[in-house]
């Protein structure tokens, strides 16, 4: 997708979707792909991943590599379009998926769910292909989870409950990008964060924190992160760009959302849109 002068390849990060389990139009379900030149690197898959891959310009035959942090149901409810639908479009690579220990189960039983369909494509007059519906999915565990000519992609662990959430560094020949899926806030993020291009890391506003039930403002101070929170760990990590992804805006807007994070860090920040590209 993007090459320099030289031909050399250069990396891109393109927000496919920055929603929350809110259903707002404007927003698709979290997802991001890094893509270098013309292989995307799909990260999360949300509700609308594939159609907001075209929309960004992506091959959806290309889409045969994907990353999940963790298993909630705004990040995977995708999942069987980004396994369906390039097979439907002529993908015949199977998908590659990396993830927290419960993908695997998760791709059997959809696979299964998806089987009358895949029979009917496969058996019946549509000329589908019999390899471009397949997913060779793997439980990883932290640590360099995939590598190839262009990059490699190291899983490490995070905090949001009681089960694996895994963010992931992205090491290419011109870049360093951290996507942090949700997340409270932890030093491990700094850690791998540290001097990276571009830290894209959710966020919740402070100010919308205050209008929430004691309840949720118990839930989201416990396994996310806050503008101030934020804020503070950029300082010490020095991203030299900090994308705010995912973002818990409760009424706030996203130039407000961007004045509570630097209130307290000097660094470039940007509140992320759909389809943004950095």
């Known amino acids: 997708m993007d090459y320099g002068d030289n031909g050399e390849k250069r990396t891109t990060l393109i927000l496919l979707g920055t929603g929350t389990p809110n259903a707002e139009?404007?927003?698709a379900g979290p997802s991001a792909a890094v893509v270098v030149g013309e292989q995307p690197y799909v990260v999360?898959?949300?509700?609308?991943?594939?159609r907001r891959a075209v929309a960004a310009g992506l091959d959806p035959k290309r889409l045969t590599r994907a990353f999940l942090t963790h298993l909630h149901s705004d990040h995977t409810a995708g999942y069987p379009?980004?396994?369906l639908t390039p097979w439907t479009l002529e993908r015949e690579e199977p998908l590659e998926v990396y993830g927290p220990p419960g993908l695997e189960v998760m791709t059997e039983r959809l696979l299964a769910a998806y089987g009358a369909d895949v029979k009917e494509r496969v058996a019946g007059l549509e000329p589908a292909n019999e390899t471009g519906w397949r997913v060779a999915a793997h439980d990883v565990d932290p640590g360099v989870v995939y590598r190839d000519d262009d990059v490699a992609v190291e899983a490490f662990a995070v905090d949001h409950g009681s089960w694996a959430v895994y963010g992931y560094k992205f090491q290419t020949a011109d870049r360093a990008i951290v996507i942090s899926s949700d997340t409270a806030p932890t030093e491990i993020i700094v850690e791998k964060s540290r001097g990276c291009d571009i830290l894209a890391h959710e966020v919740y506003s402070v100010a919308g924190f205050e209008t929430l039930t004691p309840a949720w403002q118990k839930y989201h101070a416990a396994?996310?992160?806050s503008s101030r929170e934020l804020a503070e760990l950029a300082s010490r990590a020095e991203p030299k760009l900090?994308?705010?992804?995912h973002q818990l805006l409760w009424g706030v807007s996203y130039d407000e959302l961007v004045a509570e994070v630097k209130e307290s860090y000097g660094g470039e920040v940007?509140?992320?849109?759909?389809l943004d590209v950095f």
């Open 242 to 245: 900090l994308v705010l992804y």
């Open 81 to 83: 379009d980004l396994i």
């Open 25 to 27: 139009p404007a927003r």
């Open 44 to 50: 999360d898959f949300g509700p609308g991943v594939v």
């Open 270 to 274: 940007v509140s992320g849109r759909d």
């Open 223 to 225: 396994v996310h992160t």
